[in-house]
């Protein structure tokens, strides 16, 4: 008897659990469907309200008239305010590519509606506010649909231009990895980065960044992109005799291998780029598993000369970028002195001694 209620229990408990998995996707896609046919309605409002105002040369109390009417008839949906319908007009005109205020020409099957149309509400109204171009509004609904931005996170990538930025990075992906790798690990880096939540001195040192980048960890990894997950800090690897510590470790979950991202706060010098191809050589050797893409490796200088780091890079054997960094907030000299020392900073964080 004892032995039929375990089985039962434990059967019972794993059909709970794809129960309750198959309900969650339910949710999902019912929260989707239930968007994207709202904002269906929205954009065929926006298309009638346009055409009768050109048709009927109704002014602007036209909008506060309908506004009234659709309140009146349906008081619980939040949707029908003048301000709101303010901006569906003018999200179908922006969309449609006419001046707002003149009729537009029938694109509406050249448009990319349907990327639109898969994100939530406010999430539009964030790129309508923000993104005067087409490509730009177009590539944050697409990231936004690839990769679940919150409204927050959205508004974020926006204002720190991460279109303008992503894929600038300077590296020899296209001739040490597969084309698709290549084209994959050309678009996750960015060219600067920006780390505008640190609070540093301008003559901060390479271990006062790389500390301060762990203290921030979540907003490191929003500015690095989706798909990096931090392994470690000072990762020790033996070579022969010797002794190396890379500065940062991480493992990208599309490209599926190791990162390796070597700091340095001066401008940059060809010898980095060797010293990181010796890295990466190491961690593919030691590393790397089965199934593991080839390792990659992105140096984070201040600043760089172009041409310099196009010649450096040129002859590397090893999959590497070449980026620069900005610091948008920065410690005056004079309060230096005032704020906790790196040292005590470990300690806090539980950072020193032994290498995570």
């Known amino acids: 008897m004892s032995s039929e209620v375990t089985i039962h229990t434990a059967e019972c408990r794993q059909w709970l659990g794809e129960l309750k998995t198959r309900f969650r996707q339910v949710q999902l896609k019912a929260a989707v469907a239930v968007n994207t046919a709202m904002l269906q309605f929205y954009w065929e409002l926006g298309a009638d309200m346009v055409a009768k ?3 009927f040369a109704w002014g602007s109390g036209f909008l506060t008239q309908l506004s009234a009417d659709l309140m009146r008839e349906f008081p619980d949906t939040r949707g029908f305010s003048k301000r709101n319908l303010e901006l569906v007009r003018q999200w179908h005109l922006f969309w449609l590519g006419a001046p707002i ?16 149309l898969s994100i939530p509400w406010g999430h539009n109204l964030a790129i309508l506010a923000k993104c ?3 490509d730009e509004a177009l590539y944050y609904a697409q990231a936004t649909q690839t990769y679940g931005w919150s409204r927050s996170v959205l508004v974020h990538q926006i204002e720190s231009g991460l279109w303008q930025r992503e894929g ?19 678009q996750i880096l960015k060219d600067p980065y920006k780390f505008d939540f640190l609070s540093l001195s301008k003559e901060h040192t390479e271990r006062e960044l790389e500390t301060d980048l762990i203290a921030h960890i979540t907003q490191f990894l929003l500015e690095l992109g989706a798909g990096f997950a931090y392994i470690g800090r000072q990762v020790p690897l033996q070579v022969g005799e010797r002794e190396f510590f890379l500065d940062l470790l991480f493992y990208h979950t599309r490209l599926h291998c190791h990162v390796v991202v070597e700091l340095k706060t001066v401008d940059f010098e060809p010898e980095f780029a060797g010293k990181l191809n010796f890295y990466i050589k190491a961690v ?3 590393l790397r598993g089965e199934g593991d893409q080839p390792t990659i490796g992105l140096l984070l200088c201040k600043s760089k000369d172009r041409l310099v780091a196009e010649y450096a890079l040129s002859d590397i054997q090893k999959p590497m970028g070449l980026s620069t960094y900005t610091l948008s907030h920065t410690l005056p000299e004079a309060l230096r002195d005032k704020l906790p020392s790196i040292e005590a900073i470990e300690r806090e964080l539980g950072l020193d001694g032994a290498t995570p």
């Open 53 to 55: 105002q050109a048709q």
């Open 132 to 134: 005067k171009q087409h």
């Open 284 to 286: 593919d050797e030691q």
């Open 101 to 116: 205020g003149q009729q537009p020409v029938a694109q509406f099957a050249k448009q990319p509606v349907s990327q639109i």
């Open 168 to 186: 600038k990075a300077i590296t020899n992906f296209e001739q040490t990895l597969p084309a698709a790798q290549s084209d994959l690990a050309t």
